[in-house]
């Protein structure tokens, strides 16, 4: 059976191309953390599309390159005149800083207009030339793995090429919070694009918070810890902390001439304890500041002179960049100073190499280090840290690890974590590292070999194309109170209303909940509006219907609102019926008056707040208009401009956290086009029992209830009612307490008995809900109650 075809897109093929001659090339395997997580994809027929990190500007050279790379199951994208704007502009000097939370480079700062579009405008087609490629190449049901910020467009350039093309998007780098990231012209394109993938990857969760923060607050779309949902379309977050092939590094440490080389450094060393750092010449490694607290150290700890060393590997990244050879001249100058001053003839503390090594030099330099030190500033996720622990045999080293490392997350449980600021602080880490005891060290290492060996690239790449395949299916959204909780649940099915007549006619206590805006008026685009919010009225076509409905002895009708009692007296107040206003807080049947039904414990001292604030931005949002009642506040901005009135809806978000409800004991739910303030708990679902003990309490029954209908367009923190009467959850309903002195007459042991085929639950016009069932609109509405009542007169 032919394995499934994967391709892998990123800025660099995993081998480096050199020219030798006209048709002729010679390959080095590319450093970096990608390149050797992907090493041990092994589970399908891998294509690499990527830059073979060399100009070839002639036909020959390009030919020639791409039978070559065949071979290595690789697929050259030449980028020729955009690569210097593209790779070395956009990407490196403008994503790159600002995902490392350093900000757009100075240079930038006063003609960021003009500098940065050319730019843009390079990265655009670069990744136009990415999608052509992989358009060439791409057969129907291959995945395509796109791999970092280079390529943050090519999501949407392939979704709008084939819609059912399965597209991932891994980022390999820290994603800034949603402050940093704001400061980037082009923030709400690129945001868009990635969104447009079916699974969004990181290596932490604290990167993947900061995107769904950015998501929220530059896009105004609902997102949750595992997804966010944008225009309907649901896009899966996940996280998936990389990995390195364990295996590579422990066979290769046990090979003998890795045990010479471990001999002869030992011997070199003269005995000395040595702390190790292995990083990329760059400058978020923090490699400075590892230098400044090397010096804190052999300060304060005079018997250490002599006694230990640090070797420092910086490998070279980026030559001719003029940030580069900044950091590299500050390395060298703390590296003369520090050797000047606590140097001797026959030995000095540091050596630093500006250099790449040999695989297996570096595994035996692993494999006898005492201590591993990483002080990166912001660092995606650190492989290096791995590598150490899956070297470590004999002798157990320590690993001290900035906590701005992506692999603090990982592998902090067994590591000396340090903020790599402090200098004072990773000092002492290198003490007491220095000092620790043997079984300490064991147990340290124990930790950490365990979640290295099973935590490897081949199961962080099975976990991704894993989700990758199911997220086409399926979406595993968590429940949050918002609207996105709607949208993200199961597809329900379309209603039988033919069932839905029958199991109504066998009936005899029947129930129907009826949601009131958006099920029994007219469809939503067709509602007009006062100058202080919407004019909701009952859709002309059901009036004369449902008061026959209500008619009916054999049948109870609800109606179930977050409106006011005001609008549904108005709306209801000649029908034979129960009205439930503010989510069941207030309950009535028309024939009586309004009894309150609000929970004893609830605390309502935030409202005025909460209103002076929706005031503030109602006044200053043109079409938009404030809902009031006496348990919630509602902000409705959907007559307004969109895009503004998503920006004042985050902005209000921030203002009502930071003061009137910062203590205060509500739920917010952030609607399509509105904002809610309730007290917790209040929701249609958590009514329902109030609800049917008003019912109950207050009409005489004989038998059980035995259907119930149950249809209304209601925001995802309120479709708890659509779950509320299924049959395996509550089987048979016993009647809840009442406050009433007078008791029913006649009520049965129990006052609902549902099989599964006598419940319908109907969603309004929602793909994914907790529904069973859907119908389009209320026109649908309209003619189910139609036809109920054409039955009853049969």
Not at 634 to 649: H, I, K, L, T
Request: glycine share 6%; with cysteine.
């Amino acid at each position: 059976m032919a394995r499934p075809r994967l391709l892998v897109v990123s800025m660099s093929l995993p081998v480096t191309a050199k020219r030798t001659g006209e048709e002729s090339w010679s390959f080095t395997m590319s450093p970096g953390g990608l390149v050797s997580a992907l090493l041990g994809l092994k589970e399908f027929e891998t294509k690499w599309i990527g830059w073979p990190g060399v100009d070839v500007h002639d036909a020959i050279g390009k030919k020639t390159l791409s039978i070559t790379l065949a071979e290595k199951g690789c697929i050259p994208v030449f980028l020729e005149e955009v690569c210097d704007q593209y790779y070395n502009g956009y990407c490196n000097n403008i994503l790159w800083p600002i995902f490392h939370y350093l900000g757009t480079p100075p240079e930038y700062r006063n003609d960021a207009t003009i500098t940065y579009q050319s730019q843009y405008d390079a990265y655009k087609k670069a990744n136009q030339i990415f999608f052509d490629v992989v358009k060439e190449h791409y057969e129907e049901g291959d995945v395509v793995w796109c791999h970092d910020y280079h390529v943050m467009l090519l999501p949407q350039y392939l979704k709008e090429y084939n819609s059912k093309m399965k597209v991932g998007w891994f980022l390999h780098t820290p994603f800034p919070s949603s402050e940093m990231y704001k400061t980037l012209p082009s923030r709400s394109d690129l945001l868009r694009s990635v969104l447009t993938a079916d699974l969004v990857g990181f290596h932490t969760y604290d990167f993947a918070r900061h995107f769904l923060n950015a998501c929220m607050c530059i896009l105004g779309v609902e997102a949750t810890s595992e997804g966010v949902v944008d225009q309907g379309k649901v896009t899966r977050v996940a996280v998936f902390p990389i990995g390195i092939e364990p295996e590579r590094f422990i066979n290769t440490s046990e090979l003998s001439e890795v045990v010479q080389y471990m001999k002869k450094f030992k011997n070199d060393f003269g005995g000395r304890k040595l702390i190790l750092g292995v990083d990329r010449l760059d400058t978020i490694k923090g490699i400075p500041q590892k230098y400044q607290a090397f010096e804190k150290f052999l300060e304060e700890n005079e018997d250490w002179r002599g006694k230990v060393m640090l070797l420092q590997i910086a490998v070279p990244t980026r030559n001719g960049i003029g940030e580069y050879q900044k950091i590299k001249d500050q390395c060298h100058y703390h590296v003369g100073r520090i050797n000047g001053r606590f140097g001797s003839i026959s030995a000095v503390p540091i050596i630093h190499l500006d250099c790449s090594i040999d695989f297996n030099q570096l595994c035996a330099l692993y494999a006898i280090t005492d201590v591993l030190l990483v002080t990166s500033l912001r660092d995606g996720m650190n492989l290096v840290s791995s590598e150490f622990i899956a070297c470590q045999k004999e002798e157990k080293g320590v690993l001290i690890l900035s906590e701005f490392a992506g692999a603090g997350q990982s592998l902090g449980a067994g590591a000396l974590l340090v903020n790599p600021w402090n200098i004072k602080e990773v000092s002492t880490a290198i003490g007491e590292a220095l000092n620790m005891s043997h079984e300490e060290k064991e147990r340290k290492h124990k930790i950490n070999f365990q979640y290295v060996k099973t935590h490897s690239t081949q199961q962080w790449a099975d976990d991704f194309m894993k989700m990758t395949l199911t997220n086409l299916f399926c979406s595993k959204l968590i429940e949050i109170t918002t609207n996105a909780e709607l949208r993200a649940g199961k597809a329900p099915l379309e209603l039988p209303e033919h069932d839905v007549i029958q199991q109504y006619s066998k009936s005899n206590n029947r129930l129907l909940i009826l949601g009131f805006y958006g099920t029994l008026t007219q469809p939503m685009k067709n509602q007009e509006r006062r100058g202080d919010g919407m004019n909701l009225e009952l859709h002309p076509q059901v009036k004369e219907r449902l008061k026959e409905l209500c008619s009916d002895p054999k049948t109870t009708v609800v109606v179930l609102s977050r409106s006011e009692k005001s609008i549904l007296d108005k709306n209801f107040g000649e029908y034979n019926m129960w009205l439930a206003a503010e989510n069941g807080m207030f309950l009535r049947h028309t024939s009586g008056e309004w009894v309150t039904r609000i929970p004893e414990h609830m605390n309502f001292e935030w409202i005025d707040g909460v209103k002076h604030v929706f005031k503030y931005f109602t006044e200053r949002t043109p079409g938009s208009y404030l809902e009031t009642s006496e348990t919630s506040l509602v902000w409705n901005y959907e007559y307004a401009d969109a895009e503004f009135g998503r920006a004042q809806a985050r902005d209000m978000l921030q203002h009502l956290w930071a003061g009137p409800i910062s203590n205060a004991s509500v739920d917010v739910v952030r609607g399509d086009q509105s904002v809610e303030v309730h007290a917790v708990g209040v929701t249609k679902g958590s009514a329902m029992e109030r609800i049917l003990g008003g019912i109950v309490h207050n009409k005489s029954m004989t038998a059980p209830i035995d259907y119930v209908l149950c249809i209304g367009c209601f925001l995802g923190k309120d479709e708890d009612v659509y779950t509320f009467f299924e049959p395996e959850v509550t089987k048979k309903t016993k009647p809840p307490p009442s406050s009433d002195s007078d008791s029913p007459k006649k009520v049965s042991s129990t006052i609902v008995d549902l099989k599964g085929e006598n419940y319908f639950s109907v969603a309004i016009g929602q793909t994914h809900t907790k529904a069973r069932y859907f119908l389009d609109s209320s026109d649908d509405v309209v003619q189910l109650i139609h036809k109920l009542c054409t039955h009853n007169n049969a």
